[in-house]
């Protein structure tokens, strides 16, 4: 039987030892069935981070950015090259994060079940790796627009694959056809946080999203941001309106807002939500919501499961 051909897709900037890790993780997973081939793209690291994979790696291919590419760029450099290995799958995947053994062959065996489908993995954080993060965000307009979910573990998830209306971008499995017909992230609007409209826009054009809940990986816990109120009025300018590249930058929100919501009206209307809820202090992204009872994600996507 011919193996599937997977292309493994990581951008990197200057974060050598995590890169190693991800690496080595990546070697001790199933491949029963499967044709592994893992690109790197090496966005003109100082930290060495290209010459240790030639050395421990040699297998794996790099291809290089100027220092601009960020991680929209850098995902979209992969795509790429790993298109010109005509794979049949294309894994895009945060370098800081380590793989279950069976996490890519149950990503692989959910998207050839579920055909037309780009398949998300259960995100778990490493230090609690109990805990669930990131996972079927879904869009509320009246919480300002993607909704996450704060206080979600492996045993609040649903027991087979189900539907969501984005996943986000740490660990995502493309059929390659989805990136052929879809095209690659928006780097122009989106330098940081292409796939905050990527998989919407694949739902868009039919195709299903789904997160597998057998396949697991382990990702290190997101930087917290400076607190808004900490700062002051010279920074909090700079990093409102000036730095497109943070997680609290407006031109991020408005883009991810506008290109990721079901449609642009609904988009800019949550984009204006959220500014209401943040200054009445009910931000549904800051410390109120982990205050905030959630029902488990089993029963939030309970008619969403599909067997």
């Known amino acids: 039987m011919k193996k599937l051909r997977v292309e493994i897709v990581t951008p990197v900037y200057n974060r050598r030892e995590l890169t190693l890790q ?5 070697s001790r997973v199933d491949r029963e069935g ?5 690109i790197i793209v090496d966005d003109a690291s100082t930290d060495g981070t290209e010459e240790a994979v030639k050395v421990n790696f040699p297998d794996v291919e790099i291809v290089k950015g100027n220092g601009n590419l960020w991680y929209t760029g850098g995902t ?14 294309i894994l895009c995947v945060n370098n800081d994060s380590i793989f279950d053994e069976k ?5 692989v065996d959910c998207a050839e079940k579920h055909r037309r489908s780009v398949v998300g993995a259960v995100l778990l954080l490493w230090d609690t790796p109990h805990k669930v993060f990131q996972v079927a965000p879904k869009w509320e307009t009246l919480s300002g627009g993607w909704r996450h979910w704060r206080n979600q573990t492996i045993w609040t998830l649903p027991k087979n694959p189900w539907k969501v209306e984005l996943i986000v971008g740490n660990c995502v499995l493309y059929p390659a056809q989805a990136v052929r017909e879809v095209g690659f992230m928006d780097e122009k609007r989106l330098v940081q946080y292409g796939d905050a ?3 919407p826009r694949m739902r868009k054009k039919g ?3 789904l997160i597998e809940p057998k396949a697991r990986i382990f990702c290190k816990p997101n930087d917290i941001p ?13 990093t409102l309106f000036f730095n497109k590249y943070g997680v609290q930058s407006l031109h991020r929100r408005f883009y991810s807002n506008l290109l990721g919501a079901p449609s642009k009206i609904i988009g800019l209307s949550a984009f ?4 209401v809820r943040y200054f009445i202090g009910k931000n549904a992204e800051g410390d109120w919501a982990l205050h905030k009872s959630e029902p488990p994600l089993s029963e939030i996507y309970a008619e969403s499961e599909i067997t």
């Open 226 to 238: 400076p607190k808004m109120a900490e700062m002051s009025l010279k920074k909090l300018i700079k």
């Open 103 to 107: 996490c890519i062959r149950n990503l």
């Open 272 to 275: 204006f939500i959220f500014f």
């Open 197 to 199: 409209e990527y998989t």
């Open 207 to 209: 195709w299903q999203l």
């Open 76 to 89: 979209n450099r992969g795509l790429e090259a790993a298109l010109k290995h005509d794979p049949d799958y």
């Open 22 to 26: 991800f690496l080595r993780s990546l």
């Open 34 to 38: 499967l044709e592994l081939h893992t």
